[in-house]
């Protein structure tokens, strides 16, 4: 690992976009070399060509990585919609295979519908398997039987055509993920090379021309320069931060103790009737030791 810290103590602070934000980065390092390429030859950095050619790698890298999210975002937008369909024409066959079938529902455990044999009911496939499984059955099904003997809705090419459309675009889907997240760990590593390459480049400028002082000119080279907050005031705000956080503390834990006095209060008067009438059970004990001799001999 190496750091650059140069100028500590200057008011100012040079930030370099991280790779999060890529296209900040590039436009950085764009900045960069226009700026740099109207100095004379010997005051142009001596990163210019390498810095060129990262810029360079990382715009087909990150046209790449947006092209493959896009056909993933759209392949994945198509199959949300064709199962959405593929839904709806199974309820439309659990409707049909009941009207059908009304006093012998195990038949439609041909179509691909499973039966629940102590109600006699026909079930509708309740997960993406089920459904696909369904399909596939009830299309095999219906091939399998004279065109006059097949059900009239849903049409049987739409479902053909609909499983065809959904195992193209899952696999466009999956393709493309796959795409993207070879992109981005490309494009991540010539990212990181190149803010690496701006931030040498911007110190090698500091130390050379600025005399090892962070100046507002490296605006020039479309570095952002930013001036620090003071820490007197971030040590102010740091301590009424933490004064508030006490007395917010100490506010709950009077609350609690309130909440909790209040609940113990039956308690206490309970236990203080309870000692009240053993102490007056004790005092009368002879005199009611008496009566019970009296009414009992």
């Known amino acids: ?30 900045a960069f070399l226009s700026y740099d390429r109207t100095l004379p030859p010997e005051e142009q950095s001596p990163l ?36 959405t369909e593929l839904r709806q024409a199974l309820k439309l066959i659990q409707h049909q295979l009941k009207a059908k079938f009304w006093t012998t529902p195990a038949q439609a455990e041909k179509w691909g519908f ?73 494009r991540d590593t010539l990212l990181q090379h190149l803010r690496d390459v701006l931030r040498v480049a911007g110190a090698i400028i500091i130390i050379l021309q600025f005399d090892h002082t962070i100046s507002l000119d490296l605006q020039k080279w479309g570095f952002e320069v930013v001036k620090r907050p003071c820490k007197s005031k971030a040590r102010i705000q740091g301590r009424r931060l933490r004064g508030l956080l006490r007395g917010a503390e100490a506010k709950i834990n009077a609350n609690v103790a309130k909440r909790h006095k209040r609940r113990q209060r039956p308690i206490l008067i309970f236990r203080g009737v309870g000692v009240f009438c053993v102490f007056w059970l004790w005092l009368n004990k002879k005199s009611l030791q008496d009566r019970r001799n009296k009414f009992c001999p």
Request: aromatic letters at 6%; proline letters at 8%.
């Open 1 to 30: 690992m190496l750091k650059l810290a140069l100028d500590n103590s200057s008011p100012y602070h040079v930030f370099v976009p991280d790779i999060d934000h890529p296209v900040e980065l590039i436009n950085l390092g764009d």
């Open 48 to 83: 210019a060509p390498y810095l060129a050619a990262l810029v360079a790698g990382c715009a087909p890298l990150q046209k790449n990585f947006y092209h493959s999210e896009a056909q993933r975002s759209i392949a994945s937008e198509k199959v949300k919609a064709f199962e």
């Open 114 to 186: 499973e039966v629940n044999h102590a109600t006699g009911n026909i079930m509708l496939p309740d997960t993406p398997r089920a459904r696909w499984r369904a399909l596939g059955q009830y299309i095999a099904q219906e091939e399998s039987l004279p065109p006059t003997d097949r059900f009239p809705t849903p049409d049987l090419a739409r479902l053909v055509e609909l499983r065809r459309q959904i195992i193209l675009n899952r696999r466009i889907r999956r393709a493309n993920r796959a795409q993207r997240k070879m992109s981005r760990a490309s």
